[in-house]
């Protein structure tokens, strides 16, 4: 697999600063179209190569470099400074030029946060799905099947019962929806009903007619990395390099998506902290998340209460993590994410308004 070859190239940018203004020209770049500038690129291999490339002197090295990992720098380079295309849902578009948050909405019974606080009740669910979107959720991510460790698979006639209801509700009251969930069927049911996004952890690996489902429809697809997803998402057998493993396998399954009928500008990236990994697996991925914006999508994390926090912090419950996830959302959008995914919609909103104001304040104030 070319994915896997020792001297294949990857790109991540480093030395971020507040601001391209008193720097000499090229000196920083704009990282995809964002609100972040990073002055220089760490260059790694499989073979041991580690390397710090300031920007400026990029093209000059990328000019010495063999052709084929010529291209490849290229490519990787094109990618990761290209703004990234909005997003049409529903009514509302969905820019990527700052940090958005996608609000976590269940109705199951067996969520490993807060299952069981809408089951039944797609008024009150729906009702607590606007209460986000005026706190400022940009989206509202609704799931009806769990996927937490151990988590039974729900048949999908249970799941469509459970989301349609509040997909409709929202979507009447003008919330951008996206349907979390691995099933054909299920993404079938809650796009009629007015969902605008599919959120997957399974990649549209898990059932075989997920693609065709989502390229029939035109809409944007959250693809999310888990080792193995046709066996469920928390299966795998360990990484050899996390960082890397993980941008191979969303590498390559982005370009099978694509050739499967979806524009790629309507899919987003999702490293998938917590799905079949280790806690140094996930610390891993969140500092080196900026590899990602490599594969010229939006990028997606998704850490709000899990394990992460409570291995950090004495086991606290799953109820006690607020702390915790806000502290992995902004060190997301420190490093580029455009979308963080989060249970705690004010406190995480307000945290990136501050992150936003204190990067205004820096781009001007020189």
């Known amino acids: 697999m070319a994915a896997r070859d020792a001297t294949l190239m990857y790109l991540r940018p480093v030395r971020f600063v507040d601001t391209p203004v008193g720097l000499a020209d090229g000196g920083a770049l704009r990282l995809a179209g964002g609100m972040l500038w990073f002055a220089a690129y760490e260059v790694t291999d499989r073979a041991g190569l580690r390397m710090t490339v300031p920007v400026e002197r990029f093209d000059d090295w990328v000019a010495t470099s063999p052709p084929d990992r010529a291209d490849r720098a290229r490519q990787l380079h ?3 400074t290209a703004p990234r295309p909005s997003l049409t ?42 209460a986000m979107a005026a706190a400022g959720a940009a989206l509202i991510d609704l799931g009806g099947e769990s996927t ?10 249970d799941e469509i019962a459970r ?20 099933k054909a069927a299920v993404m079938e049911a809650a796009l009629a ?28 697809v959250v693809l999310m990395h888990s080792p193995a997803p046709a066996q469920g998402p928390h299966a795998g057998d360990g990484y050899g390099d996390p960082l890397l ?7 390559a399954r982005v370009e099978t998506v694509v050739a499967g009928g979806v524009d790629r500008a309507k899919i987003v990236v999702d490293p998938g902290i917590g799905f079949g990994k280790a ?61 963080v995914r989060v249970h705690d919609v004010a406190e995480t909103v307000q945290a990136i308004r501050v992150w936003r104001g204190l990067r205004d304040a820096a781009l001007v104030a020189r």
């Open 78 to 80: 094109r990618r990761i």
């Open 89 to 130: 849902v529903g009514e509302r578009v969905l820019r990527f030029d700052q940090p958005q948050v996608m609000a976590i909405l269940n109705v199951t019974p067996d969520s490993f946060s807060d299952g069981g606080a809408h089951v039944g009740d797609p008024a009150g669910a729906a009702a607590a799905g606007v």
């Open 193 to 220: 009903a007015g969902a605008h996004v599919v959120n997957d952890v399974a990649a549209l690996a898990y059932d075989p007619r997920a693609l065709g489902v989502v390229a029939a429809s035109g809409c944007p």
């Open 245 to 251: 493993d993980v941008f191979d396998w969303l590498e």
């Open 279 to 339: 806690l140094s697996d996930n610390l891993a991925l969140v500092n080196g998340l900026a590899l990602f914006h490599g594969l010229g999508c939006p990028v997606s994390l998704g850490a709000s209460r899990k394990r992460i926090i409570g291995a950090l912090s004495n086991e606290a419950p799953a109820d006690q993590r607020l702390g915790g996830s806000v502290a992995l959302a902004l060190a997301g959008v420190d490093r580029g994410a455009q979308i």
């Open 163 to 182: 989301v349609v209801p509040v997909v409709e509700r929202l979507a009447a009251a003008g919330v951008a929806v996206s349907v979390d969930t691995r």
């Open 148 to 157: 937490r460790p151990g988590a039974a698979t729900v048949w999908e006639g």
